[in-house]
């Protein structure tokens, strides 16, 4: 047998040990997690919860599918909604109630991932929204416990201790039971993100499991598997058009065969076509996802939106609104959507900043992982740009940067984390530090294209350029954003990591 098979079996020994690892994570943060937070069994009539719940309900008891109302009868004791409604949705309630007379009414502007998700749990266990908060609650864990996995599998050891410590931070932030009045959903909310950000931690399982062995039967998988993610919330348009120009560049390369790319595509076809043509069949109209283009993209391109949130008042719930004026109105969407930016120009730039602030401000590990890439290609470019003038340097600019900013990191991380939280705040604007990387990346490119790399998974890059393309495209939304809170996490920790390495070789290596 050739050196390259005995290789091949040295990964997978490997790759066994860290998955055997990671299940043990699994048995034991289940177990404490599934023992720490309690859940009632009620859910909140609020928001899109109350569509969720119904249409879950509505399918087990065989009412039809993706149909909201009351239709098998009270709504707290059948639809287990809690008994005491906000006055803010009385007027919802009735909806609910009158709808359920009629016979319910199909939502298609919904994906049906969730529905299907819920639905499964409840015709297993009764309907019990105790059962759906716990399993949400296993989901969180599971993404924590194979943090490590994902952290070897692209940077070894520092990724694997990267990804345990991380899974750690993880599970504080988000396995808990916090009251829906925050801007991010937890597992005791009837809400989609959970489920989301656990299809996206399977994309990226299955994305690791491809670049192991790029066959077309692994292609079409990844391809199943980013359709799976666009059933469970639209909001991953973009993925399958990042990963399909990456698959195409490959080709090109001759990495890969071109029947990669087929089965790619043909895996979301697959996945999403039965969907497609229930909800077209059954509304007598084209649906490819959801309804929900028109509202997203209207109601928060308009001329209330400078503050980048959601605002309907410019589109849905206002006749006198710029895009329902008689000369709009029936224009097509793009029409619509090109009227609005050519009539209100000086408004874009802001528009746009404030949705990426709104989006994004929350996200501590986003902006400190942000700053560690740009200080890691500020010293490479320098260095590469000394080197070419022939500038002999005694003393390496990436070792004095690793020891300013490992002994900053230190401080604010594991001894003063108010801090931590102030100068991220105060002084990191998510606009800034992505303009400042992209500065970072234009002259890392122009000093030396050749050599130029950022020590990035493309998985990771794939989702948070979605993610930033449809916070633009929308409103600034945190619980999307929310949704690859783990990558943000296990990026910084990998990249604060890999400072603290050397600031503790710069220190050792050194004699005074």
């Not at 500020?378 to 003393?395: A, D, N």
């Given at each position: 047998?050739?050196?390259?098979?005995?290789?091949?079996?040295?990964?997978?020994?490997?790759?066994?040990?860290?998955?055997?690892?990671?299940?043990?994570?699994?048995?034991?943060?289940?177990?404490?997690?599934?023992?720490?937070?309690?859940?009632?069994?009620?859910?909140?009539?609020?928001?899109?919860?109350?569509?969720?719940?119904?249409?879950?309900?509505?399918?087990?008891?065989?009412?039809?599918?993706?149909?909201?109302?009351?239709?098998?009868?009270?709504?707290?004791?059948?639809?287990?909604?809690?008994?005491?409604?906000?006055?803010?949705?009385?007027?919802?309630?009735?909806?609910?109630?009158?709808?359920?007379?009629?016979?319910?009414?199909?939502?298609?502007?919904?994906?049906?991932?969730?529905?299907?998700?819920?639905?499964?749990?409840?015709?297993?266990?009764?309907?019990?929204?105790?059962?759906?908060?716990?399993?949400?609650?296993?989901?969180?864990?599971?993404?924590?416990?194979?943090?490590?996995?994902?952290?070897?599998?692209?940077?070894?050891?520092?990724?694997?201790?990267?990804?345990?410590?991380?899974?750690?931070?993880?599970?504080?932030?988000?396995?808990?039971?916090?009251?829906?009045?925050?801007?991010?959903?937890?597992?005791?909310?009837?809400?989609?993100?959970?489920?989301?950000?656990?299809?996206?931690?399977?994309?990226?399982?299955?994305?690791?499991?491809?670049?192991?062995?790029?066959?077309?039967?692994?292609?079409?998988?990844?391809?199943?598997?980013?359709?799976?993610?666009?059933?469970?919330?639209?909001?991953?348009?973009?993925?399958?058009?990042?990963?399909?120009?990456?698959?195409?560049?490959?080709?090109?390369?001759?990495?890969?065969?071109?029947?990669?790319?087929?089965?790619?595509?043909?895996?979301?076809?697959?996945?999403?076509?039965?969907?497609?043509?229930?909800?077209?069949?059954?509304?007598?109209?084209?649906?490819?996802?959801?309804?929900?283009?028109?509202?997203?993209?209207?109601?928060?391109?308009?001329?209330?939106?400078?503050?980048?949130?959601?605002?309907?008042?410019?589109?849905?719930?206002?006749?006198?609104?710029?895009?329902?004026?008689?000369?709009?109105?029936?224009?097509?969407?793009?029409?619509?959507?090109?009227?609005?930016?050519?009539?209100?120009?000086?408004?874009?730039?802001?528009?746009?900043?404030?949705?990426?602030?709104?989006?994004?401000?929350r996200y501590v590990y986003l902006k400190m992982a942000l700053m560690l890439i740009g200080f890691r290609l500020i010293s490479q470019s320098v260095l590469r740009l000394l080197k070419k003038f022939g500038i002999k340097i005694y003393f390496k600019i990436t070792e004095v940067m690793s020891l300013f900013i490992g002994l900053l990191l230190i401080y604010v991380f594991f001894i003063d984390r108010?801090?931590?939280?102030?100068?991220?705040?105060?002084?990191?604007?998510?606009?800034?530090?992505?303009?400042?990387?992209?500065?970072?990346?234009?002259?890392?490119?122009?000093?030396?294209?050749?050599?130029?790399?950022?020590?990035?998974?493309?998985?990771?890059?794939?989702?948070?350029?979605?993610?930033?393309?449809?916070?633009?495209?929308?409103?600034?939304?945190?619980?999307?954003?929310?949704?690859?809170?783990?990558?943000?996490?296990?990026?910084?920790?990998?990249?604060?990591?890999?400072?603290?390495?050397?600031?503790?070789?710069?220190?050792?290596?050194?004699?005074?």
């Amino acid at each position: 047998m050739n050196l390259a098979f005995w290789k091949v079996v040295l990964k997978m020994i490997n790759d066994m040990r860290i998955i055997k690892f990671c299940l043990i994570l699994l048995a034991i943060y289940s177990i404490f997690f599934l023992r720490k937070v309690k859940f009632d069994n009620e859910v909140n009539f609020s928001g899109d919860v109350w569509e969720y719940q119904s249409m879950a309900v509505n399918l087990v008891k065989g009412s039809g599918f993706m149909k909201t109302g009351g239709i098998i009868g009270n709504y707290h004791q059948d639809y287990k909604f809690r008994k005491e409604i906000a006055e803010v949705y009385e007027l919802t309630l009735e909806k609910f109630e009158r709808t359920g007379k009629a016979g319910g009414q199909y939502n298609f502007y919904r994906t049906p991932g969730y529905t299907i998700f819920m639905g499964a749990i409840y015709k297993f266990f009764g309907i019990m929204p105790e059962m759906v908060k716990k399993t949400q609650l296993l989901l969180i864990v599971t993404i924590a416990a194979f943090l490590p996995y994902i952290g070897f599998s692209y940077w070894k050891k520092s990724g694997w201790i990267a990804g345990f410590i991380g899974g750690i931070v993880y599970l504080k932030q988000y396995a808990v039971n916090m009251p829906q009045n925050t801007a991010n959903t937890y597992p005791n909310h009837i809400m989609t993100e959970t489920l989301l950000a656990f299809t996206l931690f399977l994309l990226i399982i299955a994305f690791i499991f491809w670049e192991k062995n790029k066959k077309p039967i692994r292609t079409f998988i990844l391809g199943l598997i980013t359709g799976l993610n666009l059933l469970v919330k639209a909001s991953g348009i973009f993925i399958p058009l990042i990963a399909f120009i990456y698959l195409w560049r490959l080709v090109m390369k001759k990495n890969i065969s071109k029947l990669n790319l087929v089965t790619f595509v043909l895996g979301v076809i697959i996945m999403v076509l039965p969907w497609s043509y229930y909800a077209s069949k059954i509304s007598g109209k084209i649906i490819i996802l959801s309804t929900q283009a028109p509202n997203v993209l209207l109601d928060n391109n308009n001329e209330y939106a400078t503050d980048g949130a959601w605002h309907p008042e410019g589109y849905s719930r206002n006749p006198d609104a710029f895009y329902n004026q008689p000369e709009i109105k029936f224009l097509s969407l793009p029409a619509k959507l090109l009227s609005f930016f050519m009539a209100y120009p000086r408004m874009l730039p802001n528009m746009f900043l404030s949705k990426i602030q709104l989006g994004f401000e929350r996200y501590v590990y986003l902006k400190m992982a942000l700053m560690l890439i740009g200080f890691r290609l500020i010293s490479q470019s320098v260095l590469r740009l000394l080197k070419k003038f022939g500038i002999k340097i005694y003393f390496k600019i990436t070792e004095v940067m690793s020891l300013f900013i490992g002994l900053l990191l230190i401080y604010v991380f594991f001894i003063d984390r108010a801090f931590l939280l102030y100068i991220t705040q105060a002084f990191l604007r998510i606009d800034i530090l992505l303009f400042g990387l992209i500065l970072m990346i234009i002259l890392g490119v122009l000093i030396d294209k050749k050599h130029f790399k950022i020590d990035l998974p493309f998985p990771f890059v794939m989702l948070f350029l979605n993610y930033l393309l449809m916070t633009v495209i929308t409103s600034g939304l945190p619980r999307l954003t929310q949704t690859i809170d783990f990558v943000f996490i296990l990026v910084f920790f990998k990249y604060l990591l890999s400072f603290i390495v050397k600031f503790y070789r710069e220190v050792t290596s050194r004699t005074y």
